[in-house]
């Protein structure tokens, strides 16, 4: 029998075309020993959903930049919890001014990174998600 | 509801469950599976592999697309590496399969090789009997990028698709023993860009040396013609060349049609239950060395191996002695 590995989906949202912060979480995510299913720019909330739930994910990590994080964020929460998958953690990555924390926390984001975030931070949290 | 049932039913994310119960070889993915056995056995399993950035997962994308308008219902495994010193890895396939995203009929699963060296994942089979039993009229199943001796593929598909692409070796790579060999369909994909003659060529010979056929041939400026052997069997299945441009689209037609007579050719020649039958039993020996590891540690007294390894280490004893110790408890 093998260990439960985590399984990550790396998502980009939205229109705008700045992966790397997505590659490197993706890179670092691997290097701690988690499976990422990396899907590349522009995929709409319901190609994320949709991917989440083929690949069976633990976490969904999304990278936005666009500004559109109030949207899109609680739109693949809700398609997230209409295909059954509420216990799914997102985290959110990516240009999110302070005053828009509480608000995507309360939603159900479950950890938000800006510039400068460890991937230390990110990798600790991802385990203690899953985990709870 | 059992899981089999729900996925029987056509729930997906019973279906998506499933297969991280499969893959995870858990007590109940063994359990689901044995219900799903009988259901199994329908699904034409197309294997699709060769060396990496050769244009598997956009090939894939295609023939995905290709058969969806043919009203089949499609599933993928996209196979990619796992790191081999964290575990981790990054499977990336699915940025190439944006165009299946939406439709319910296809499902795309990527699956790491969790330090399985063939090419495959070792659940990478069991998986594809879950979408098997799910009602999957075609399963895809994309190796890891392949050299030359990742051909585990070869033993679970049906059909093999070998991916080669311009301008990746000489002649002599390819009469290498391996990964050409077990093609049943070759495909030069990229195939609009510079040297694709030679690939083709190279291909061509190859399969020229390991096949039975009319040869034609430029010999001092003059067409030579070397008929094929008299006792050659006219039945034999023999893999066509193909040119594609995955990304475009181009020779995709060509390439399922070919693909629908392999399996077409299989069916009449007694081959498919064949090699049915010549996975069943490779699976099952793969169960039986598993489950007679798991008795031997039960029934060997505690630390009996490790003595064993002990004085073999110590070289008074010989491995073979040691191994004939452990199994008849005594020395032959």
């Given at each position: 029998?093998?260990?439960?590995?985590?399984?990550?989906?790396?998502?980009?949202?939205?229109?705008?075309?700045?992966?790397?912060?997505?590659?490197?979480?993706?890179?670092?995510?691997?290097?701690?020993?988690?499976?990422?299913?990396?899907?590349?720019?522009?995929?709409?909330?319901?190609?994320?959903?949709?991917?989440?739930?083929?690949?069976?994910?633990?976490?969904?990590?999304?990278?936005?930049?666009?500004?559109?994080?109030?949207?899109?964020?609680?739109?693949?929460?809700?398609?997230?919890?209409?295909?059954?998958?509420?216990?799914?953690?997102?985290?959110?990555?990516?240009?999110?001014?302070?005053?828009?924390?509480?608000?995507?926390?309360?939603?159900?984001?479950?950890?938000?990174?800006?510039?400068?975030?460890?991937?230390?931070?990110?990798?600790?949290?991802?385990?203690?998600?899953?985990?709870? | 509801?059992?899981?089999?049932?729900?996925?029987?039913?056509?729930?997906?994310?019973?279906?998506?469950?499933?297969?991280?119960?499969?893959?995870?070889?858990?007590?109940?993915?063994?359990?689901?599976?044995?219900?799903?056995?009988?259901?199994?056995?329908?699904?034409h399993l197309i294997g699709v592999t060769g060396a990496p950035?050769t244009?598997k997962?956009?090939l894939v994308?295609?023939?995905?697309?290709?058969?969806?308008?043919?009203?089949?219902?499609?599933?993928?495994l996209?196979v990619?590496?796992?790191?081999?010193?964290?575990?981790?890895?990054?499977?990336?396939?699915?940025?190439?399969?944006?165009?299946?995203?939406?439709?319910?009929?296809?499902?795309?699963?990527?699956?790491?090789t969790?330090?399985s060296l063939g090419g495959l994942?070792?659940?990478t089979a069991?998986?594809s009997?879950?979408?098997?039993?799910?009602?999957?009229?075609?399963i895809l199943i994309e190796t890891v990028g392949a050299g030359q001796s990742e051909v585990d593929i070869a033993r679970l598909a049906h059909t093999t698709i070998v991916v080669e692409a311009?301008?990746l070796g000489?002649?002599?790579q390819a009469i290498k023993a391996g990964i050409l060999e077990i093609a049943d369909v070759l495909v030069v994909n990229?195939?609009?860009?510079?040297?694709?003659?030679?690939t083709?060529?190279a291909l061509k010979?190859m399969l020229e040396l390991a096949h039975?056929?009319?040869?034609?041939?430029?010999?001092?400026?003059?067409?030579?013609?070397?008929?094929?052997?008299?006792?050659?069997?006219?039945?034999m299945w023999i893999p066509p060349i193909l040119?594609?441009?995955?990304?475009?689209?181009?020779?995709?037609?060509?390439l399922?049609?070919h693909v629908?007579a392999h399996a077409?050719h299989l069916?009449?020649s007694?081959d498919w239950?064949a090699r049915e039958?010549a996975r069943?039993e490779a699976?099952?020996?793969?169960?039986?060395?598993?489950?007679?590891?798991?008795?031997?540690?039960?029934?060997?007294?505690?630390?009996?191996?490790?003595?064993?390894?002990?004085?073999?280490?110590?070289?008074?004893?010989?491995?073979?002695?040691?191994?004939?110790?452990?199994?008849?408890?005594?020395?032959?």
């Open positions: 029998m093998t260990e439960k590995k985590i399984r990550v989906l790396v998502a980009k949202p939205g229109l705008d075309g700045h992966d790397r912060g997505a590659k490197v979480v993706a890179r670092a995510l691997r290097d701690a020993g988690m499976e990422v299913i990396y899907t590349g720019l522009r995929q709409t909330p319901e190609m994320i959903a949709e991917a989440a739930l083929q690949e069976d994910v633990d976490v969904v990590g999304l990278s936005i930049l666009s500004g559109a994080h109030m949207a899109l964020a609680p739109r693949v929460l809700e398609l997230l919890k209409a295909n059954g998958q509420e216990r799914v953690k997102v985290f959110l990555g990516g240009i999110v001014p302070d005053e828009d924390v509480p608000a995507l926390k309360k939603m159900g984001v479950s950890g938000i990174y800006g510039p400068g975030a460890s991937t230390e931070d990110i990798i600790r949290e991802v385990r203690e998600s899953v985990k709870g | 509801m059992t899981l089999s049932q729900s996925v029987r039913k056509g729930d997906r994310l019973a279906l998506a469950r499933l297969l991280t119960q499969v893959e995870n070889d858990t007590l109940e993915g063994r359990a689901a599976l044995a219900e799903l056995f009988p259901q199994t056995g329908r699904a950035g244009g997962s956009s994308n295609q023939l995905a697309l290709h058969f969806r308008r043919e009203g089949k219902r499609v599933a993928i996209a990619d590496p796992s790191s081999p010193f964290t575990g981790g890895a990054v499977l990336g396939d699915r940025v190439r399969m944006r165009d299946l995203s939406g439709d319910a009929g296809v499902f795309i699963r990527s699956m790491a969790r330090g994942a070792q659940t069991a998986m009997q879950v979408f098997d039993a799910a009602g999957f009229d075609v311009p301008g000489d002649d002599i990229k195939a609009d860009r510079p040297g694709v003659e030679n083709e060529r010979s039975p056929t009319r040869h034609v041939f430029l010999h001092h400026g003059r067409e030579m013609v070397v008929d094929a052997p008299v006792k050659a069997e006219t039945k040119r594609t441009v995955a990304t475009e689209g181009t020779g995709i037609t060509e399922a049609a629908a077409a069916r009449l007694g239950a039958r069943l699976e099952m020996e793969a169960l039986l060395v598993e489950a007679l590891m798991t008795r031997f540690r039960a029934e060997v007294p505690n630390g009996g191996f490790e003595s064993a390894v002990q004085k073999v280490h110590e070289r008074t004893l010989s491995p073979w002695e040691a191994v004939q110790l452990l199994v008849n408890g005594r020395q032959e």
